[in-house]
C-alpha cells in the first residue's frame, strides 16, 4: 500500500520561498507518475505540477509556472516542489499525489490512486 508523507510547509512572506517534500513508501517509486495539488479554504483541489517517472518531463498549472519546480530523486523515495516568489493566494493546504497512469493524466483527480496527507503553506503580506 502505497503511503505519501508531505511536509516542508509553513508560514512565509510574500516573495519568500519554501521547499515542499514528500516521502514514497509501499510499492516501486519510480513506476509511480508524482504530482502536487492544493486546496485554499472553500475551493475545490486544484492541480499544481506534475512529474513524469523518469523525471524528463513536468507540467505545471498557469498560475505557478515560472516560479515552482517540482523534481524528484528516484534514489530517495521522494518527490519535490520548489515554489519561489510566493503570493497571498499560494496560501493553501498543498497534497503529494501518486498515479500509476501517464503523467499527462495528473491534472485529472480521478488519476490520482493516492494522496499524502497535506502541510500547509501560508503567505503572509
Known amino acids: 500500500q502505497v503511503q505519501l508523507v508531505d511536509s516542508g510547509g509553513g508560514v512565509v512572506q510574500a516573495g519568500g520561498s519554501l521547499r515542499l517534500a514528500c516521502e514514497f513508501s509501499?510499492?516501486?517509486?519510480?513506476?509511480?507518475?508524482m504530482g502536487w495539488f492544493r486546496q485554499a479554504p472553500g475551493k475545490r483541489r486544484e492541480f499544481v505540477a506534475a512529474?513524469?517517472?523518469?523525471?524528463?518531463?513536468?507540467s505545471y498549472t498557469d498560475a505557478v509556472t515560472g516560479r515552482s519546480t517540482i523534481s524528484r530523486d528516484n534514489a530517495k523515495n521522494t518527490v519535490y516542489l520548489q515554489m519561489s516568489s510566493l503570493r497571498s493566494e499560494d496560501t493553501a493546504v498543498y497534497y503529494c499525489?501518486?498515479?500509476?497512469?501517464?503523467?499527462?493524466?495528473?491534472?485529472?483527480?480521478?488519476?490520482?490512486?493516492?494522496w499524502g496527507q497535506g502541510t500547509q503553506v501560508t503567505v503572509s503580506s
Open positions: 499525489a501518486a498515479s500509476r497512469q501517464i503523467f499527462q493524466t495528473m491534472g485529472d483527480i480521478s488519476a490520482i490512486s493516492s
Open positions: 509501499g510499492d516501486t517509486f519510480h513506476n509511480y507518475a
Open positions: 512529474i513524469s517517472r523518469s523525471g524528463y518531463s513536468t
